[in-house]
T-cell receptor, first 111, second 115 residues
């Protein structure tokens, strides 16, 4: 069955460092992959989308890579700030644009 | 910036009662979705809706669930006879639907508590 795993339940880093979050999937060949941010009690907020024929995408301090051979995406936040603390969700495309979400990684950036 | 809105923010109901969760998607969007998130668990797809009909639904979306777009702006999710396990955050999302992979914009959610 299809499976999406995000590297760890929680990640603690120091302000100014680069946070790297991992999303692995099995038994699946998604056309695209998206990353969302979710704050407690709130809905997911779209951050970045990367398509299967793209290797890397950037937006300000964010960078996403997509390796369809390894079936893995990496999500980087450079120069992290305490305001980046949130849960980050990986989501893969399904039929008719439905999204299949991973469990998320809770990032805590400490001053 | 346009956003998806949902009402109510919190709904408490008794088991067996019917509830209707309401959403106003972004006005020029064509695709509409409902997802749910049980506390501490993943966001799960329930249903997608396009051109006034269901495009796809998950195993969770059984006969107790229905969706409707009663007018040009609202999109509703009805649960006919709520169960304790329906307690969750319910998120509405919409997307422009111009191409596969278009971004989905999520509302703030409705917290449903079934007692």
């Amino acid at each position: 069955s299809q499976k999406i795993e995000q590297n760890s339940e929680a990640l603690n880093i120091q302000e100014g460092k680069t946070a790297t979050l991992t999303c692995n999937y099995t038994n699946y060949s998604p056309a695209y992959l998206q990353w969302y941010r979710q704050d407690p009690g709130r809905g997911p907020v779209f951050l970045l989308l990367i398509r299967e024929n793209e290797k890397e995408k950037r937006k300000e301090r964010l960078k996403v890579t997509f390796d369809t051979t390894l079936k893995q995406s990496l999500f980087h936040i450079t120069a992290s700030q305490p305001a980046d603390s949130a849960t980050y969700l990986c989501a893969l495309s399904g039929g008719y644009n439905k999204l299949i979400f991973g469990a998320g990684t809770r990032l805590a950036v400490h001053p | 910036e346009p956003e998806v809105t949902q009402t109510p923010s919190h709904q408490v109901t008794q088991m067996g009662q019917e509830v209707i969760l309401r959403c106003v998607p972004i006005s020029n969007h064509l695709y509409f979705y409902w997802y749910r998130q049980i506390l501490g668990q993943k966001v799960e797809f329930l249903v997608s809706f396009y051109n006034n009909e269901i495009s796809e639904k998950s195993e969770i979306f059984d006969d107790q669930f229905s969706v409707e777009r009663p007018d040009g702006s609202n999109f509703t999710l009805k649960i006919r006879s709520t169960k304790l396990e329906d307690s969750a955050m319910y998120f509405c999302a919409s997307g422009p639907g111009l191409a596969v992979g278009d971004t989905q914009y999520f509302g703030p959610g409705t917290r449903l508590t079934v007692l």
